[in-house]
């Protein structure tokens, strides 16, 4: 004779907490300027908005807290366009030129 069981129970997955952002330092070598902007992906391409600060050595840096991701990014030098030459990944823009990757 066979026994019926009562059905297990199903759990449900407890949703996974979002991953935390990320500080990123953004640097640029550039002791001839006088303005390093960080326009990118995560900052909707602004012009204006990221500013890098320069040390005594003239090393242009700035932090951005992001989520993880694939991001775009190029550096704005005084309102020239300008590759972080750290960058190992480029991608094509559609300006003729490319955009620095970052995988956060």
Known sequence: ???ARAPKKTEKPMPAAPAPKKRITFKL???EAEQVVLA???NGWDNGGTMLKRDA???W???VSLDPGRYEYRYRVDG???DDPECPSRIPNGFGSENCIIEV
Do not use: D, L, N
């Open 29 to 31: 070598i550039a002791p």
């Open 57 to 59: 050595k003239g090393v």
């Open 80 to 82: 020239h366009w300008r």
């Open 61 to 63: 840096k700035t932090q």
């Open 1 to 3: 004779m066979a026994v």
């Open 40 to 42: 990118a992906s995560f």
